[in-house]
Nanobody, 122 residues
């Protein structure tokens, strides 16, 4: 049974920073972070392929950084300059390949998902 465990969410003031972490139980090919605000669809924020290629949603460019520690099998989402518009449930997702293309295409068709971690900016 595949599990993705997220951590690092919380409440922060506008302009603040948070770092989300995700530890998958599978030897994944690629991973991504999605977010879903109340009443809105789930959207991709950032994705990273196993060998380091990344893709960001336009609103995340320049503020968010996705990274991975392959030795520890953890991915991170460093979020800076947060605004109330960033308030959402953030989900970690994984698949064997093509995470960056899926985020670019606006699809959430990834195979494995975490339970989510809440980020509130106010």
């Amino acid at each position: 049974h595949v599990q993705l465990v997220e951590s690092g969410g919380g409440s922060v003031q506008p302009g603040g920073s948070l770092r989300l972490s995700c530890t998958p139980s599978l030897n994944r090919g690629c991973m991504a972070w999605f977010r879903q605000a109340p009443g809105k669809p789930r959207v991709g924020v950032a994705a990273i392929e196993k060998y380091g290629t990344t893709k960001y949603e336009d609103a995340a460019k320049g503020r968010f950084t996705i990274s991975q520690d392959n030795a520890k099998n953890i991915i991170y989402l460093q979020m800076n300059s947060l605004t109330p518009d960033d308030t959402a449930m953030y989900y970690c997702a994984a698949d064997f390949t093509l995470c960056t293309l899926k985020v670019a295409a606006g699809t959430s068709d990834l195979g494995y998902w975490g339970q989510g971690t809440q980020v509130t900016v106010s």
